[in-house]
């Protein structure tokens, strides 16, 4: 079977590999990212939480992940081809790694600015929300730039217990010994790593317009 | 097969012999080390050339950004069904999983020795090029010292990132860890999977915590850097640890 022949018939699969590789990465993201929001703040304001939570954070980051994806059915009772195992484990992760960069990120806010809306008559919650958070925007997307691309080819791995995603097509195609699909595979989690990274680049451009427009980091 | 994951790590049988713990154990240590090496030689030189020069970085943020996002399994077995063709032995296997492995680990090492000796402290280096001091020296007498932390921790990266896909090698018929998740899987075995995936953590746990014990001795005391970031406030990375030690 030639290549084009193959992508051909296979396309309906493909779109859903995609659809669930999609899915399996940009969930963890979001669900990090509120778990990290509170965690941040707290380690940020405390310090004697701060290197607690980012050596925790570290710990957490040791296990390889598809050590994980299989011991994490045996603590929630899940399966062990549940798309579930792979979301939380990547939620974990994400986390860990966003912690940190949340509270790094609201301790880079000048402290002059913090006295400032103070001293308009801000409360705590309002100047996080309106004051902190904004200002830590492009640390805290600068984090999960990183966090996004690493859960693209994290999510992968998966695929050696069954769960189906772009990786999917890496263990088929190694099984038939046909190069088609590994590389399909691979191309399209580079296009969704370099769209999911541009999308997050350019939500924190637009949530931060009065920073100078600098080539990115 | 119905034994408990305990069971399955106490038994003596999976102790012994060529395919027991201790020696998947080695095997693992083996290619993991082969590649860290492999890493360190590529990595470190070139990250404290670009560092000390200053040239060539734009290229190190696009290489290390674009290399993780590259998916592991998939790379590993194109260079599978690329390379078995025309290597009969072991080797088919374990040159795929070295090139692999490598590709993961450069990044962090070349990534965080650049950064490390491009922030060190602009007065530190002047120091010592006023002492007359040449370019060889300063690199290796300063910039290294003063780098060393941040070199380390890439090193930490990398060797963590290594342990955990060489687990992966055992798809492609290696040994090491990974065959206890991939013959476990195979016989729908899970207490042999899930004692597999607990030593394969175990085992990253343990060179995490060498390496930070290696670091402490390594690192010199007069860098009280690693110290004042843990009690004072955290700083922001790159750019305000640079202002930081300026201050």
């Known amino acids: ?217 | 097969m119905s034994t408990s994951i305990t069971g399955w790590l106490t038994d003596p049988v999976n102790w012994s012999g060529p395919d027991g713990i201790p020696a998947q154990t080695l095997a693992h240590l083996e290619l993991s080390g082969m590649a860290l090496t492999i890493a360190l030689v590529i990595g470190v030189p070139v990250g404290l050339l670009i560092g000390h020069t200053g040239r060539g970085a734009f290229l190190v943020g696009g290489l290390a950004n674009a290399l993780r996002a590259l998916p592991t399994l998939g790379v590993l077995m194109i260079a599978v069904l690329l390379i078995t063709p025309h290597i009969a032995s072991d080797l088919a296997f374990t040159i795929p999983s070295l090139i692999v492995l490598v590709l993961l680990a450069v990044p962090p090492i070349l990534t965080n020795t650049y950064a490390g000796v491009f922030a060190v402290d602009a007065a530190a280096v002047d120091a010592a090029r006023g002492m007359g001091w040449r370019g060889r020296d300063i690199l290796l007498r300063v910039q290294l010292p003063c780098a060393l932390p941040l070199i380390l921790s890439g090193i930490r990266a990398a060797a963590l990132q290594i342990i955990a896909t060489a687990t992966v090698a055992a798809y492609v018929s290696l040994g090491g860890l990974g065959r206890f998740l991939i013959d476990g899987l195979a016989q729908s075995d899970y207490a042999q999977m899930a004692g597999g995936a607990i030593l394969v953590a175990a085992l990253a746990l343990a060179v995490e915590l060498l390496l930070l014990g290696l670091a402490r001795l390594l690192v010199s005391p007069g860098l009280t850097r690693r110290v004042s970031r843990r009690t004072s406030p955290p700083a922001v990375p790159a750019s305000a640890t640079a202002t930081a030690t300026a201050q």
């Open chain 1, 1 to 217: 079977m030639t290549a084009a022949e193959w992508l051909r018939r296979n396309a309906g699969e493909i779109a859903d590999l995609t659809a669930w590789h999609l899915w399996l990465s940009i969930l963890p993201l979001l669900i990090g990212l509120l778990v990290a929001l509170p965690l941040g703040r707290l380690a940020h304001r405390s310090r004697r939480l701060y290197p607690m939570l980012v050596a925790l954070a570290g710990l957490v980051y040791t296990v390889p992940s598809l050590a994980l994806f299989i011991l994490l059915p045996k603590l929630l009772g899940t399966r062990i081809l549940d798309p579930v195992n792979v979301v939380i484990a990547l939620s974990v992760y994400t986390t860990a790694l966003l912690v940190r960069v949340v509270a790094d990120g609201l301790a880079a806010v000048p402290a002059d600015v913090i006295q400032s809306a103070h001293a308009m008559g801000y409360r705590s919650h309002q100047r996080l929300i309106r004051i902190e958070l904004p200002i830590a925007v492009p640390v805290i997307a600068a984090g999960l730039r990183v966090a996004a691309v690493s859960n693209v080819s994290i999510v992968s791995m998966a695929a050696l217990l069954g769960v189906p995603q772009l990786g999917s097509l890496f263990t088929q195609g190694f099984q038939l010994h046909f190069f088609t699909p590994i590389v399909t595979g691979v191309v399209l989690s580079l296009v969704i790593a370099l769209v999911l990274d541009g999308l997050i680049l350019l939500a924190g451009h637009s949530l931060t317009p009065w920073q100078p427009r600098r080539s990115a980091r």
